[in-house]
């Protein structure tokens, strides 16, 4: 009993002992590695870090990264709007894009969703900026004026591409709520809210004010178009040079342009055209000859034999190299602003106005992503209201290809033109089999049916 009693001490000594010999160097160790672990993580920001006003053009910062998700820096409605109206075709593996190109949209479309959890981001960073830079950095108008501009422009999109029933708010808050949905037309008077004060924010004379101020004025005359309200949206751009571009821009260490990498690149997208198939026989109603037209603000390859390029190994993919892999997007500018002002006089019955802004246009046209377009040769009056109206929306639509507009103009076409969805969207046999459908818009997806205020769309009407 002793012996082990002994032996058991002596063990305990022994270990003891190692120790206490090692106790000096191992506390050395220990303070290296916490001189080595207890760098600052740039990647982490924590909440005290942005209560300043460094924080807050932050945040500011941020929400304009978020917003270009929205344009041309990620697969967005720009796209997906292009899709389910004439722009784009299919020539993607994926069942998302077929069905929304074929105009028979699930509720749960996968791609559809995250578009429109990026247009609510833009909204809510935006709304956390503001506060912030409203709080910590009240001088920066320009930059504030840019986030309300970021915050309207993504209430116009919702309005313009997705259905009637929109869960949002116009609280300016970031906080979630369960929102009862609207319609488009109370989105509209949203972002009408949302850019009056952008531009009623961004009134200084330095490059960047001005930039944004001219940006929200031409957005605000696009959101009264929507609204109907023609008079007042040709207020909102009148002195707005025909040369204006306020772009979203791109850099190998941030985000590619998104429409190069979807369509040139990938090829998941195809320009639309009014004749589809690989063999060029199916005649698709009502679509716009975008690939075929020949337009310089347009230039298209279409592949009728060789390799299948598309990426869904069955399509031969049409591409334009109208945008590279760094090339910058208009988000509004002077061209938006003059199709503003054609289709006021045109409603106002001033044919000769109508007419020589869109020839004024052609004349000197400004350039189109990598496309500098040759002078076009002057259009003449097609003698009547309904082509009048045809070719006004036929000449914007090759001014504004991919850029966010077609598919709300389509439905304006329906909605304040008294046409109807089957003389407006493509019609026929769709060239992957089946028949286009009749959607004319995005669905609001089944995932916010966690709001218990959000039931689906109230209608799926244009």
């Known amino acids: 009993m002793t012996s082990i ?22 506390l050395a160790c220990s303070d290296a590695n916490d001189r080595l672990l207890g760098v600052t993580d740039p990647d982490i920001i924590n909440p005290t870090d942005i209560v300043n006003a460094d924080g807050a053009i932050a945040l500011g910062n941020g929400a304009i990264a978020t917003f270009r998700s929205i344009t041309g820096g990620g697969e967005s409605t720009w796209l997906f709007g292009g899709l389910l109206a004439d722009e784009w075709s299919t020539s993607s593996t994926f069942i998302q894009n077929d069905e929304t190109d074929q105009r028979f949209i699930q509720e749960f ?8 959890r990026d247009l609510y981001r833009t909204r ?13 950095s009240p001088n920066s108008t320009a930059l504030i004026g840019e986030m309300y501009l970021a915050r309207g422009f993504a209430e116009m999109q919702l309005g313009l591409d997705f259905c009637n ?6 609280s300016g808050s ?16 949203y972002a009408a809210a949302s850019l009056d ?41 009148t002195g707005i040079p025909s040369g204006f571009a306020y772009q979203h821009t791109f850099s190998l260490t941030t985000s590619n342009n998104t429409i190069w990498g979807q369509g040139l690149s990938a090829r998941r997208y195809s320009v639309g055209d009014s004749v589809e198939g690989n063999a060029r026989n199916i005649r698709v109603t009502n679509a716009l000859p975008f690939a075929s037209a020949g337009d310089p603000r347009l230039p298209v390859t279409i592949r009728t034999s060789g390799a299948i390029n598309g990426q869904d190994g069955q399509t031969y993919a049409r591409t334009t190299t109208m945008w590279q892999q760094l090339t910058p997007v208009d988000v509004a500018n002077g061209i938006d602003a003059r199709m503003i002002e054609a289709e006021v006089a045109l409603r106002a019955g001033n044919v000769t106005q109508w007419l020589a802004i869109h020839n004024a246009l052609r004349a000197a046209p400004p350039k189109l992503g990598e496309i500098q377009p040759a002078a076009m040769p002057a259009l ?17 639509a090759f001014w504004t290809f991919s850029r966010g507009q077609r598919l709300g103009d389509m ?32 669905p609001v997806v089944q995932a916010e049916r966690n709001n218990p205020n959000f039931t689906g769309c109230i209608d799926r009407n244009p």
């Open 380 to 396: 003449t009056d097609p003698g009547n209201e309904a082509a009048r109206i045809s070719l006004h929306f036929r000449e914007k």
């Open 411 to 442: 439905r304006r076409l329906i909605r304040q033109y008294g046409r109807t969805e089957a003389t407006v969207f493509p019609q026929g046999v769709h060239y992957k089999g089946g028949n286009y459908g009749t959607d004319v818009n995005l």
């Open 197 to 237: 004060s952008a531009i009623a924010t961004a009134t200084g004379t330095d490059a960047t004010s001005v930039l944004v101020n001219r940006a929200a004025r031409v957005t605000r005359g696009r959101v009264a178009l929507a609204l109907g309200a023609f008079t007042e949206a040709a207020g909102f751009v």
């Open 174 to 189: 970031p906080e979630p709520v369960n929102e009862t949905p609207k319609t488009n037309q109370q989105v509209f008077q």
């Open 109 to 116: 479309n996968s791609s559809i969703t995250g578009m429109l």
């Open 5 to 26: 009693r002994l032996q058991g001490r002596r063990l305990g000594k022994r270990v003891f002992g190692g120790c206490a010999a090692l106790l000096v160097p191992l």
């Open 165 to 170: 029933g929109i869960p949002i708010n116009n």
């Open 124 to 136: 809510t960073r935006a709304n956390e900026a503001i506060a912030s830079l409203r709080q910590y």
